[in-house]
């Protein structure tokens, strides 16, 4: 189970910095975008392997993608918070952050009943 939370978390990690990066950085036209996503692509095929092997591990383990895919989005959701605070300075309201969280939390633990 280590491994899985490991490549979540490095996975959203990586997916959280260069989508901060890109919104902090790249003009906000289709072209640019594209380019920066050009560029960054080695990085999202290394992001994107770790989240599915975390996700293959993960199915294997519990037998319920739709809660593995529900822990990696909560996993996710937390790097999205704290790149957002740290690379953006975004003003974020941290009880609805934690409402969110609560709500994602209370999704997997639906889905782990079934």
């Known amino acids: 189970m280590p491994i899985i939370l490991l490549c979540f978390f ?10 901060s990066w890109q919104i ?20 999202l095929i290394i992001s994107n392997s770790l989240l599915s ?3 293959a591990q993960a199915h294997n383990a519990i037998k319920n993608l739709p809660a593995a895919i529900a822990g990696q989005t909560l996993i996710y959701f937390l790097c999205i918070l704290g790149v957002s605070l740290w690379l ?7 009880i609805h952050s934690i409402i969110g969280i609560l709500l994602i939390v209370s999704g997997i633990y639906v889905l782990k009943m079934s």
């Open 88 to 94: 953006l300075n975004d003003k974020i309201s941290i």
């Open 24 to 43: 902090k950085t790249v003009p906000a036209d289709l072209l640019s975008i594209a380019k920066f996503y050009l560029y960054t692509s080695p990085i």
């Open 10 to 19: 490095i996975g959203s990690l990586i997916l959280a910095l260069l989508i």
């Open 53 to 55: 092997y975390g996700f």
